[in-house]
Every structure is written in C-alpha cells, then in structure tokens.
C-alpha cells in the first residue's frame, strides 16, 4: 500500500506492522502537543494580566493531579514499549529456511553475493514473498545496509558479521542507502533492491553470469591455502576436523563451549589464537589481509557444506 | 568604604578569601571541592580501566603473557614506596594540623623524594621495554625469551596489552609529576609560613591528591603486573 | 516601555561593569559577573562560526547534486557544525554566562566557591577552542562530530588529533564549572535559603553540574584513546588491527547522551524561572520539579545504548535501553504539565521572556514526544541514521535548549546590563525564530521517515521539495537570530536604564541594583520566605 506521500513503499512483510506503530505514536505526539499549546493558549488569554498590581492566590501543587499526569504517560509508554519491543523480538530472527545471501560493504559501494554464485554491485536481486536473511560485513569502516521499503537497516561492521531479513511483499525497484557516515562518498554509496516473481528471479539467476558457487569458491580457497593440510578429516592433524562443526557446539581450551556460527567460523581464519579447540594447539596462523572478506563468506559457505554433509553421512549411517 | 577594606585585610591577613563569611566555611568548600575532583579523576581513569577489562577478558592469554614479561619486584618495590610516601603525606597534614612548621615541610621534601624514586623506577622500565623492543607502534620487534612469552597468546593482542601498560601507567605518571609539582609550590609556601594550624587547607587538598594517585598504582599494579598465576 | 527616547547621560552608580576599565581588568578578573561575559562574547562568537556552517550545509542541499561544495567540505562543514556547536557553544551557553552570572547572586554569596578556578575554565574553553579552529583551517575534519571508529581512527586523514586535543581541553573546562556550581550551592547559601527554598534554575544548574562531573572525563578518556589509536595505530576500536569499534561506542555515549541533559536541563530551569514571573505564581509542583531534574540527570546515564540499537548489539541490551530511554522521559512530562498548571489562574504577561519559554514548552514536547519514536525499538530501526534523528535533536537542541538560552538572556539582560531593550523588536524576533525553526525542521520528520539518511551530501531528486523548505527556513531562522544581536548591543549605549526590578520578579539577584556592583551585596540577605513568593499574602511578608 502505497497510502501517503509521507511514508515510503510498503513493501515487506514488516512494513505495514512498523507503520502502524509509527501511526499511533504519530497520533501520541498530535495528541498531546495539541493539548498542551491549546492549554496554553486558552490560559494565555484567559489569564492575562488585567492590573499592574495582580497577584493570583498561590497554589502549591495537587498530588493527585501529579500522580495521574505521572501515571497516565507512564502506562502510554508502556503501551509503546511492549507493542515495539515484541515487534522487534518478532522481527529479530530469520524465519527457518530463509534464502541467505552474503553482503559486503566497502568504501563507498555494497557487494552482493548470491549462495549459488551470482555476483552484484550495488544491487540486489530478490524473490517475491520469500524471507531473505543477509549475511553483512564490511572491509573498511561501518556502514549501514538500510532498505526504507522494507523498514530495515543494520550496521555493517569490519571484522565481523551482522546480520538482517527481510521478506519482500511488493513488486518493484526500491531504494538502498548506507545510513552510517563512511567517508567522502557516503551519500553516494547507494543502490537498488529489486523483488522479482519468484519464476524470474529463478531466471535471473540462470541467466546472469555463471559464477562458481560460494561453496565451491570456498572449497577452491580451502585447497589453494593449505587449510586441509591441518583440517584433515579424521580430526588427527594438528587442526580440528571441520566435518560436522558447523552449527554444533565447539569445546574450547579454556572450558567454554560454544556454537560453531558464522563469526565463530570468521573469526578462527582471521584471529584463530582467540579461541583454541580443547585439546589442539595454538599453532594456526591467521589469514587476516591475506584473504579479502568475500573469499573468507566463500570458505564460511565452504564450511557450511561440511557440516550438512557430515549430517547426512550420520543419517546415513544411522540407516 | 574603609570598614570594606579593613574586613578585606583582615581576611587576607588569616587566608580568607573574600567570597567566604568564615574559615570553615572556606575549609568545608575546599574539601567538598577536591573531593569532587577526585570523582572527576575516577570516572576519567575508570573509562581507562573499563576498556582494559574488556579486552583482557577477550585476550586473556595474551594479557597473562604480556604481565609475565614485567618485572614484578620493580612493581612492588614502587608500590612499597607511594604507600611510604602516602605516610610521608599524612605526616605532614599532621604536622601543619600541629603548628610544626619544620616537620611539615620535612615530609613534604620525603614525600617529593619517594615520588622521585617511584618515576625513577618507572622511567628503568620503561627504558626496558625498549631494549626489548616491546613498545606497541614505536619499537615493536619482540625476540627471544620475550617472544616466546608473548606468542602462545597472539602477538597483535600482547602489543595490546603494552599500549594498555603505556597508557594506563603514563597518565599515573603524569598525575604524579602534577603531583610532585604541587608538593614543591607546598614546600616554598611552607617555608614562608603560609600555614598554620587553623588555616592549611592547600596542604590537606593536595594531600588527598596524592592519596589518589597512589590508590590508582594501588589498582594498576596487580592488574597490570599480577594477571595469571605464576608464583 | 518606550524606546524612541534616548536617556540623559547620567553617570551610572558603581557597578561591576564600571569598577575598572581596561583589558587587563577583564582578562584577568576573578568576578563570576565578569567571567560570564567573557563567556557570552565566546560562545556568541562561536555560535556565529558555526551557524554558518550550518547555512552553507543547507545552501548544499537546495539541490539534490549538491548546490555549493564537493563532497569531501560537505563532510566537513557537518562535523564542525556539530563539534562547534555542541562543545562550545551548547554545552557551556547558560552554565558559563548565566550560571556564572547568576548562581552567587541567586543564593546570595558573593562570588562563586573558586572564582580563580572558573577564569581557569574559560582560558582553558578558549584553548580548546583555538585548537578546534585550527583544526577547521588546517584541512578540517570529516568524521562526524560523533567520531566513529574505524573511520576516524585508522581511515580520515583529516584533522582528527587535534580536535580530539580540542574537545579533550574543553572538556576540562566543563568539569570545573560544574565542580564550581555544586560547592557554591552546597557550602555558600545565604542564612534560611534551605534547599527547597531554592530557586528552580539553581536545581537545574545543580543537576546540570552533577552530570558535567561524572560524565565529562569519561568523554576525556574516550578522545585520549582515539587520538592515541590515530597517531599510533594501536589497535583498540579498529579491528583491523584486533580492537573493537562498538567499544568506542559505548565508551563515547556512555559521555556524550547525559550531555544532552547538559544542554536541555539549564533551558528547563530558565523557564522555570520566566514562567513563574510572568504569571507570578509559584510553579506548580515546585518539589517535584526539583526532583524531576535530578531524576533527569540520574536516568540519563542509564540509556546510552538507545543510541546503538542497529549495531548489531544483543537484543536483550535493546530492550533494557528502550525501557529506560522511555523512563527518562516521564519526569520531562511531568515538568511540562507542572509549566503548564502553573498558567491556570496566574496573572500572564507577555513580553519577551515569555514568548521564549512558552515557545521551548511547545517545541520541547514535539521534540520529546518524536524521542519516543526512536526509544522504541521497531520504529529505531527504520528511523535511525536517518534525517528523522536530525529533526528529533534539533527540536530539542535548537527549539529548546536556544530558546531557553535566549528567553534567559532577555530575562536577565536587564539585570547583566543595567539597560532594556526594545520589547516591540525582541517580540519580534521570538515570533520570526519561532516561525523559521518550524520550517526549517519539520519538514526534516518527513524526509526521515521517508527514508533520507543523514549526512548525505546529496540525495535522491524525490527529496527535493522538503530540503528547500527546510532551506528557506533556515534562512529565516538566520534573520530572527541576528535582530537579538543587534537592538542587545543597540541597547548597551542606548537603552532606557534599568531598575533593579524591571519585572517584578522575586529571587535575590532582582534585590540588588541592576547591573550588580562586583561584590553583589551590600550585606548578605536573609532569606524568610519560600521561593516564588508572589502571592499577595506572601508579598506583603504575612507568611
């Protein structure tokens, strides 16, 4: 719905629910502005000064009257708060089986790479009605990846990942701005997301240019860079096996357990003595700068596949 | 006209500034005063402290390493010498309190004395982190023992570490040479006679000063030098 | 009050304006009255420099390729704007000029606690400032006023260090007035001036003062580090290099949101002030009102994070930060219904001073009330980094904290003078600010919402329409800033003399001639009755 010339397209699923909110607080804030110039407005002229020697009768105070103007936005903005805060918490994580694509942020241009290999600049090919979860860092400083249709935005941060969803309810070309200050060409580091049928979206992505996949991009990278002389797959060369590790917990050296993600997985390639897996040593050498961020997506992809694959040898095993 | 003068006088000739009616009065603000500075001075380095807790429970290994690497003797022989001259400064609030004008000015120039010894130890381990060739940006090549105390825990996290002891330990410095210089304006004006007992607010201010910069080393020394066990 | 006649010549009575001529007796003076005009001609300075950064932003901005300057100045004059006008112009506005000025006549002393100490904090003002305006020469600076790293550590090459080292300085300044202000109110009230007997503008000053101590050198540490990291590559917000850049984030709001308090509690205690005289009646609800600002000063510690909701921060430091950022607003509310109650059954006139707060009333709650859209989370999300954010803070900064400053100004300027000014003009001028403001920033809600980001140099053609609005605004906003300027300074050669009640105000500053001889008082008073005593009873000395 595309109701007032004062709000952007609704064009995801959230949108019309985050306009509802914004209506009624749009309707909280006429509301009392307008009580209060009216007051005093009324007060103005019904109690202006008739002598020079008025002097109105004091009055200290009404504590009732205190508690209710106390109690009365206090209950208004715990109307608000719980409306918003479960609309956030709705919104926070990705629906299961949400389409995943990786973005990259860079002075001043956004990078977008598709699971099956498609590759953008400054734009960013969707199907329609299907949630979308972007994967986001940046290779410089922070950015911002804001979608005003959509009403989301995160920040994109260096040396980690950030992530968001979406899931596009409307046909069409919509604005993507950076909205965090990153420099000289900030403003220009704009671009389009563009929701397609889901049949031409499939066509789109057969018809551009035929890239490699991530994961085999990511497996390429694996072999060149030696990874698997370490990462042997029985788990007794000097580094863990990576079968199975992804999405499952990891024991650590220093007694914390925690889960294989996508910044865990990030963050062994690029600062590996951070964390060390129980009963290894702290002997990997980190790939930071040797690696840009979009090869380290590609072996986190690469990764990934591992741990499906692991999975289904259990499944099969089980059989 | 004249009575304003001579109440003028008569103020300056007891250490009365103008906008007080009386001497506890003038003593009560100065308290509340340097008391004030003081929380001023602990949110300041409590930033410094928050920032260093985050990132030594980030990169605790490389903490522990870098803490390995500085001489812990050096570390609690100064620490023995701010609480002495912590001592030393108590005394000669004492002194002033009592009238004794030449003890006053006696523990202030130990007082100046202990605060030299500790920047004089301070200023040796500096010196040796350069011989090392430990200092973050400037002169960063660690070798030898030192490496291989360093490298288990990263060497990027360990340069961390130092900028921490750096910056962390060169604002103490910095705090105790303002220091050292307050003491010194205290020992000419003790001289002159400037105090007595019922007027030595400067002395107790500044005193309070100094108790804060060596509560300070008190904090820095076990987290910078003590991380890990070892002993 | 007629301003065609020119008064007769008459040789002013000794004041502290008059005691001594020459420039040594003012760059080197120990009076807090004396003091706050050093401040009132810095700030004002100040204001002028980065005001016009701000028109040459919004002259940018007429056109969606950009009208003036490339992109790279564009993000220069929009740090400035906001260093310049946050840290010296802001932040030390009613503290330095009428604070300084005001809080020893308010609790009847004769100077403040350490006046040695508040000249110090205005050199120390002016060094930080010389280091800011070489670093506006010498290349400027891009980052923003808010410094985020990596950029502004490891990325600009513009001149980040020194205006680090400026704000660093200044800050300092910041921290001894505060001091100052709270062993003035502590130690040096006048006999029977208990606390709630106090005037509303010394609880604000107090409050005000509270947060300047606590949260300043947090602000100090945070820049000394990022300059640390900007000359020598250390890694501690920059990843690249094994730091963290949401650590700078905290470190940097956890200072730099109470510092919005810094800036709209002082105008609140003006109001205060101006309201109850101009109805003459004690303001509704006077112990809760002094409360209310503490809470203010308290609360606004806790709700740092609201600034970093998209960051990526957990969603659990979300919702403690929103439940708190919207807790900060009730004792704003409650402040503006206790203003307003206090109209109901008051005798109301309106020169000057009053159309300034009665403008702050009506521009604060539309400010206040827009706070609420982003303390909430979903609505953030969308709103954040966006021309939305832009409006809220202006609202607040400009539609409250300036018009408080200059509804405080009007107010006292008889007292800071000894001279009056054109009311036919001054209400003038209130009502052109008041008009231009609106234009200017309110269209600034919509482009928000409707998507423009801030701190574009150029935008999306679609946007167009509202940034002229908003361009033309500013311009009026210029006009309606600069006739203050003119008739204040008319009015120091020509101005009708001033008694020392020009407006029937009560409060001990209005019990000692206008302008105030330097040591205030002839002899201290003593205070018998409560605050705001206008009633008649009380007037006549029956309660």
Known sequence: MQALPFQPDQASSIARSVDHLYYFLTLITLFFTVLIFSIIFYFMIKYRRRSPNERPKAIEGNVPLEVLWTAIPTMIVAVIFVWSASLYFQNAEPPQGSMEIFVTGKQWMWKAEHPEGQREINELHVPLGRPVKLTMTSEDVIHDFFVPAFRVKKDVLPGRYTSMWFEATKLGTFHLFCAQYCGAYHAGMIGSVIVMEPDDYERWLEGSEQGVTMEAAGEKLFSENGCGNCHVSDGKGQGPSLLGVYGNPVHLSNGQTLNADDVYIRESIVSPTAKIVAGYKPVMPSFQGQLSEEQIMDLVAYVRSLGKQAGKQQEEGKK | MSDAHAEQAAHEHIGLKHQFENLDQQQDADTLGIWLFLVTEIMFFGGAFAAYAIF???????????????????????????????????????????????????????????????????????????????????????????????????????????????????????????????????????????????????????????????????????????????? | MSTATLEPRVKAPRNYLNAEYGWKSWLFTLDHKRIALLYMISITVFFIIGGTFAALMRIQLVEPQGALVQPETYNKLFT??????????????????????????????????????????????????????????????DTGWTFYTPYSSTYSNTQVTAVAVGVFITGFSSILTGLNFIVTIHKMRAPGLTWFRLPLFIWAMYATSLIMILGTPVLAITVFLLALEHLFHVGIFSPALGGDPLLFQHLFWFYSHPAVYIMILPAMGVVSEIIACFSRKRIFGYKIVCFSSVAIAVLGFLVWGHHMFVTGQSVYAGLIFSLLSFLVAIPSAIKVFNWTSTLYKGSISYEAPMLYALGFIGLFTMGGLTGLFLASLATDVHLNGTYFIVAHFHYIMVGGAVMGYLGGMHFWWPKISGRKYPNGWAALAAVIIFVGFNLTFFPQFIMGYLGMPRRYAFYPSEFQVLNVMSTAGASILGVGYLIPLIYFIWSMRYGPVAESNPWGATGLEWQTPSPPPTENFAEIPVVTQEAYAYSAEEAEGHV
């Open chain 2, 56 to 231: 030594r429970w980030l990169y605790f290994a490389a903490f522990e390493g870098g803490s390995h690497i500085l001489d812990i003797r050096l570390g609690a022989a100064n620490t023995v010498v701010l609480l002495g001259s912590s001592l030393t400064m108590a005394l000669s609030v004492r002194s002033a309190q009592t009238g004794n004008r030449r003890a006053l000015v006696i523990f202030l120039i130990l007082t100046m004395i202990l605060g030299g010894v500790f920047l004089g130890v301070k200023a040796y381990e500096y010196n040796q982190k350069f011989v090392e060739h430990i200092v973050p940006s400037l002169d960063w090549a660690p070798e030898g023992k030192v490496l291989a105390e360093l490298a288990p825990g990263g060497l990027e996290h360990a340069q961390l570490y130092f900028f921490f002891y750096f910056a962390m330990t060169g604002l103490h410095a910095i705090h105790m040479i303002i220091g050292m210089g307050l003491l010194l304006w205290l020992v000419l004006r003790g001289r002159r006679g400037d105090f007595t007992p019922s007027y030595f607010a400067p002395v107790e201010v500044i005193g309070l000063y100094w108790h804060f910069v060596d509560i300070v080393w008190i904090f820095l020394f076990p987290l910078l030098y003590l991380i890990g066990g070892r002993y």
């Open chain 3, 80 to 141: 400035l704007h906001g260093v310049v006008m946050i840290f010296f112009f802001l932040i030390p506005s009613i503290p330095a000029v009428l604070g300084n000025f005001l809080v020893p006549l308010m609790v009847g002393a004769r100077d403040l606690a350490f006046p040695k100490l508040n000249l110090l904090s205005w050199y120390i003002y002016i060094v930080g400032g010389i280091f800011t305006l070489y670093a506006a020469i010498a290349g400027g600076v």
